[in-house]
DNA sequence: TTGTAAGCGTTATCAA
DNA sequence: TTGATAACGCTTACAA
């Protein structure tokens, strides 16, 4: 016996198919109608297909999230938010992972088309022409948590991370630190570049020179660790005395290798991660971070996300999320 | 002017809905029906719509992965091998997130006969007689990364836990280490009463008493800092020299909580993880942790579900993958 | 090789 | 209030 459809029910229950679909979805109906039908669906076990509704009325209840790395704990704490107010909302979230490539989101965003779900919330790590040029053209709503063109007429929430730079580089030289080197991630990158003009302005700020920078193959612990040893070498030549670092993993990477080289945190080199995620309560010492709203960026993406569901016409809007600073054992 | 159907494609290249969808599938056709068809295709932006097609074809090409916490590292290390496995079948991962509790669990099987995937993917971390009962009656494969009783009737691979309890201790005496604690995660749960009893066994079998035990309330950082006092005062009781716990996460919560009492990991109390995820690398000391085959247990337990959307009648298999010890620094 | 048409499981329109 | 029926966009017999 295979699975019943609403003509089954409607069989067992002695009533038309349109009379089941009705009760099913709350519709008017007499005492008796609905109750012949429950008892046919309990006792038949009916469940309605998700996908002949949403072919039907054009909607799946469903939206995507898209992250580039399931191992980086910043998209933990912006998913929570989204599953948060898209369930309240009625929604199912599902998430799925594209990877560090352009060409892979663009494919994705491409997809979108094919009816998978209502609406599309995604956090691009690099971003080119085809991108924004599939997320103008895309079918179903977009919204992109992060920096996008404000050609490609979408909805976007982002961070400041110039802002949160200068949060680092404050503290830091408050607390008489003014050897500051930069790890960054992949200048390349949408957050990399960002990270990258930030720093540079903060220190002008401040009238100070970088002691070092270095640029890591990815947003990762691994490459983290792998380029430290190159700012390091400063440490030698002008006493290096901080270091900031474009997210936490890269941080604790880098925690990791100063520790190896016998270096103290903060003793010796203060360290700043950024994200303020999870994992910069669990790192040893636990770190000091720049806060860039993920929560925040997700919820507010979320909330956006489902604006558009409603009314796909209003003018998109740009949101900008304020950094602060979480201040932990990592620096003095 | 709305999104284009094959309708639509069939109209524009002069030829019928059928050849259209020949073409795109890759059925014989003249080269000229080919040449038009795509023409047509590639000037409207076709894209066919996955849920038309799944309610004909009955396949989704979707398989659904469903995790209690993202922010446990050990999902991602498994998410890491699901994906591989199926992206190579060409089928899409979709991940979903349940909680703790197995009525929401229950609630996500149940859902699976609407039809969003083709098989699924669940490691419940708490199970009852319903969640028995909705594998049974799913309407989709279903495998289980996980222990379930074999009237499940359904795949599962799970890990060995006791065995990896017994390299865990087996390795803290070998170092000299006796005055052993376990913190655990709540034991209602099925991974959490594994670990009792297999730390239990592993203690005798080296005719030792535990010093100490605990119980989280949760398989989380937070959880795992609270609940470590209860393990300290053993430290001034007896002594205290080795603390094992549950899972990674537990244990770098332990570490903190070490940290802030004076204590020094390994000299003076060693600390053991489970899991062997990626934040047993990046906690600090580097984790010494029982790989319970994440990786593996997600590998196979993706090929499993591949292998019984193929042939839904095969026997169910019950896969248990071997433990091993990642040794690093937390231990002397 | 190509076209016609029936259906996949719903919802929505229209009469009754 | 209820029932028959036409879509939704696709695939696949079956005919031509």
């Not at 938010?81 to 491409?110: H, I, K, N, Q, W």
């Not at 977009?142 to 503290?171: E, F, I, Q």
């Amino acid at each position: 016996m295979s699975r019943p459809t609403i003509a089954g029910v409607a069989r067992a229950a002695g009533v038309s198919v349109a009379s089941v679909s009705r009760v099913l979805n709350g519709l008017p109906a007499t005492e008796e109608m609905v109750e012949r039908v429950q008892r046919a669906v309990a006792e038949l076990g009916y469940v309605p297909d998700a996908r002949a509704r949403s072919l039907k009325v054009g909607r799946t209840f469903q939206l995507t999230l898209a992250v580039a790395d399931v191992g980086n704990p910043v998209y933990v704490t912006m998913m929570r938010a989204v599953e948060e107010v898209v369930s309240a909302a009625g929604y199912r979230l599902v998430v799925t992972t594209t990877g560090p490539d352009v060409v892979d989101e663009v494919a994705l965003v491409r997809g979108m088309a094919r009816g998978y779900a209502d609406g599309l919330l995604i956090s691009p790590l690099r971003v080119d022409e085809d991108l924004v040029k599939s997320i103008r053209e895309c079918e179903v709503p977009v919204v992109v948590a992060g920096n996008v063109p404000a050609k490609a007429g979408v909805d976007t929430v982002r961070a400041n991370s110039p802002k949160g730079m200068l949060l680092a580089v404050d503290h830091l030289v408050a607390r008489g630190r003014t050897k500051i080197a930069f790890l960054n991630g992949p200048a390349d990158t949408v957050p990399g570049a960002a990270r990258a003009k930030g720093f540079a302005d903060a220190l002008k700020a401040h009238d100070l020179e970088a002691v070092a920078t270095a640029e890591a193959s990815d947003f990762t612990f691994a490459a983290g660790r792998a380029a430290a040893p190159e700012l390091l070498v400063a440490e030698v030549a002008v006493g290096l005395d901080a270091v900031i670092c474009a997210n936490d993993l890269l941080a604790v990477g880098v925690m990791h290798e100063l520790a190896a080289a016998g270096l103290r945190v903060p003793e010796d080199v203060a360290v700043v991660g950024m994200d303020d995620s999870e994992l910069a309560e669990q790192s040893f010492p636990p770190l000091t971070s720049v806060n860039l709203g993920s929560a925040e960026r997700g919820r507010r993406a979320a909330e956006l996300l489902l604006a558009r569901i409603e009314d796909n016409d209003r003018t998109p809007r740009r949101i900008v999320v304020q950094p602060s600073l979480s201040i932990r054992k990592s620096t003095p």
